[in-house]
Structures are given as C-alpha cells and as structure tokens.
C-alpha cells in the first residue's frame, strides 16, 4: 500500500494523515503510538490498526528486490491475519483445472481451501484425481477402499458418506481420491448419465446438508487431474467457475487454446454456467524475466480474470504435502502462505464487488459470484 493509501481509507479520523505524513519509519511508528485512540466501529477500527501500522513499514523501491519482498510480506501480515473473508451469496463452485501437468493445480486447490477456511468460510474439496495429491495434503485418509470420490462417482454412493474433516483445519471438508480412482475413467464410459454423476452427487450432498441443519459450504474446490478425460469432464459438470493455475514458465501458455476450447464445448453442451473467472500465476520468480514475461503475456490475455497476486516459487509450499498439511499450517507466516491467503481474499472479494454491483443493477440482491460477465478481455 502507498503512503496515500491508509491517510485516504482513514478520512478524518484524526490520527490517520499524522502517521502516514511522518517521513521515517521511526517517525511514523511513533505517530501511530502517539495518536488519540480511534473512535469508531469495531471494523472501522480494526481497519485503521491494520492501515497504520502498513504505513509504518519502511518503504521499499523496486531496485531492491529483496527488502520489496520483505515489505510485502510483512504488509500481508498486517493485512491478512485474522481477517474474516466475506461469505458469498450462495456456494462457489470453482474447478481447479489446467490438462498440462505440475503447473500447482492441487497445491493452489488445497492452500486455497484452508485459507478460505481459516478466514471463517466453510470449504470442501473435491479430489478427483487418482494421484489423490489433494488427499494427502489435507492430511485425510485415502488409503485403498476409502469411501471416496469413487465409490460417488462409480457406485452413486452418497456423498456424506465419504466426507472426511481435515484435521489441521475445522471448517475444511475434503471428499478423497484413492487408487480406485483410477478405473473409473473406464468404468464410468458405460454408466448412464456419465457426464453429470459427480454434480448430481453434489447437489444431493448440499441438500442433505441443509436438511441436517450442517453449516452452508460456502466454497466448493475440485482438483483435477492433468488431461482431459472423463474424470474432468465431470469436475467442469460439476463446476460454475473454472479457477487456472498458470505456471510462470516457458510453454506455460502451450495447451491453453485446448483448454478454452474444452471448456466451450462444455459450456455449450453441459454446463451453460461454466466460466472461467479466476486465473492464478503460480511458481512465479520474479528474478527471472522469463516468468516476467509469462506474467505479462498472462495479464494481457485476460487482464480482468487474473488475479493481481502472484504465488512466488518457495521450498515451504513444495515442503508442506510430505507432512500432510498445506502450507497455510505448515508455515503460516511464509511468503508462500501469505500469497495463497491473499489470493484467498482477492477470490473471495472479487465475487462479493460483483454480487454488489449485480445487486445494484437489479436492485434485487439476487446476482451471484456465478453470474460474473467479464468485460474488456479476450472473447475465449
Ligand atoms: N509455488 C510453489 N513453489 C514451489 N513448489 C511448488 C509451488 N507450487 C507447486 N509446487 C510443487 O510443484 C509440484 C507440482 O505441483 P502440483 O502437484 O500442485 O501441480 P499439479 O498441477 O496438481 O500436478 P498434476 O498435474 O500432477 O496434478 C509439486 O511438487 C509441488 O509441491
Ligand atoms: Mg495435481
């Protein structure tokens, strides 16, 4: 945030233009700890601690890459923590999806997950692919013979009955991928309905949980696995959105086309909501001017659907999984956490300015995060 930003969001509460006027970190430090106490709501007030003290972090040039890194960290810190994302209007339901291989589509499933869930929201992942990756990093249990993400699709058991709570985070529901799962690509090409068995199980599943009484899940993520098959067909059934891990390297963009096309074609088959709102920069070194370019590129393309906060390329995310956790509880306070919980509450915010604005237009409140129209991009 710029010295402007918290003078600005802080109005004229009195203590705000002070601190962010003061020129030395020290200065500014000191004029936050000097100024009156803040008289306002208990959000306003949260609001304005949290601006303060960004205010008071030294400033950091672009020619020193390492303190800018530092700073940006220490402001997400500020920023983030502790922080309740707002709840959409009804349940996001957002593929996570890209047919190239190891481009961080289960880590940004999972560390999504868990920093939606730790901002109060209520999550469940859906693990369809065989690897189970997604599974191991939830720390859930997806041994052979597990209920699981198959018997739902295979044998159209119950969704409930193959839910498991990840133990590092309450609020976070995972539905696991075993080894079984990887039949079923074959198994389900001669079952009825093949296509939409994953969303009908869903929609069950949401119902059930509502006649129960269980809380509204408030963000469903499905991880897919990397090709096309019918295993993803039914994650894109299943989806409204289509979230895309790009990976900042070269050939990054190889693929892409097939991809677009794929989620047409879906689109105008099976699934006429499905969209692809979300586009996450992942492994991003900013040393590298390849990933600088890929970036761009990226950014061109879709300006309006790519998420402004990158996931920068860190040993503690790749570290995570081994420990069956993600990196949100394996070490929250990391560059790779902050990233994931910020791109978190940009995901989350995005759909609650869209729901505003639709609500606005209408004047009826009932637009939701699916209704999204992108403007000023690329047509895919
Ligand atoms: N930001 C990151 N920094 C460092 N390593 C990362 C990062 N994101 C992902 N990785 C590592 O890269 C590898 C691939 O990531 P991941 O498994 O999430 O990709 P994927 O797209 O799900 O792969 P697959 O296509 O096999 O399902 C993993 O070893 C993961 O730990
Ligand atoms: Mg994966």
Known sequence: MDEQGPAGMLGDHGRGPDVAAATTPERRRKAADDAPPFRGSAGD??????????????????????????????????????????RPASTRIITVANQKGGVGKTTTTVNLAAALAQSGLTVLVIDTDPQGNASTA??????AGTPSVYEVLVDSAPMQGAVQECPDVPGLFCVPATIDLSGAEIELVSLVARETRLRVALDHYLAWRAEHGHARIDYVLVDCPPSLGLLTVNAFVVGREVLIPIQCEYYALEGLSQLLKTIDLIQAHLNPTLHVSTILLTMYDARTRLAQQVAAEVRTHFPDRTLRTSVPRSVRISEAPSYGQTVMTYDPGSSGALAYLEAARELAERAATVQARGSARTGSGAAGPNDQRQSGEEER
């Open 45 to 86: 007030a949260d609001e304005w601690r949290r601006a303060a003290l960004v205010s008071s972090l030294p400033t950091a040039t672009p020619d020193t890459p390492l303190m800018a890194e530092l700073h940006q960290d220490a402001r997400r810190r500020i920023e983030l923590r502790g922080r309740v994302f707002p």
């Open 138 to 143: 939830l720390g859930v249990d997806h041994h």
